[in-house]
Nanobody
Framework: EVQLVESGGGLVQPGGSLRLSCAASGFTFKLSAMNWARQAPGKTLEWVSHISSGGSVTLYADSVKGRFIVSRDNLKNALYLELNDLQIDDTAMYYC?????????????RGQGTQVTVSS
């Protein structure tokens, strides 16, 4: 059974940074591409970032490009998302998700999420 547990969310001021983590289990993590997604209050789920199984290829939504950095540690079965220069509009529940294949941006198989709130 795929298990994904996100952590690292919190309250941060505009312009601040956070680092989200996702602990993965129940599947061969090093062989799986992964995604991050987010859902703001009253809005639909939004894909944020994708990383290939080996970590060499990363993709970002235009809304976060240049500010967020996705990475992974296949020895630790861990996925990360570094959030920089956070803005009010970045407030959302953030989820990590197992991609079905390379460059797949589906987020149906995801964890419970970690809340990021950007506020002054």
């Amino acid at each position: 059974e795929v298990q994904l547990v996100e952590s690292g969310g919190g309250l941060v001021q505009p312009g601040g940074s956070l680092r989200l983590s996702c602990a993965a289990s129940g599947f061969t993590f090093k062989l799986s591409a992964m995604n991050w997604a987010r859902q703001a209050p009253g809005k639909t789920l939004e894909w944020v970032s994708h990383i290939s199984s080996g970590g060499s290829v990363t993709l970002y939504a235009d809304s976060v490009k240049g500010r967020f950095i996705v990475s992974r540690d296949n020895l630790k079965n861990a996925l990360y998302l570094e959030l920089n220069d956070l803005q009010i509009d970045d407030t959302a529940m953030y989820y990590c998700a197992k991609a079905r294949w390379y460059r797949d941006t589906s987020v149906s198989e995801r964890g419970q999420g970690t809340q990021v709130t950007v506020s002054s």
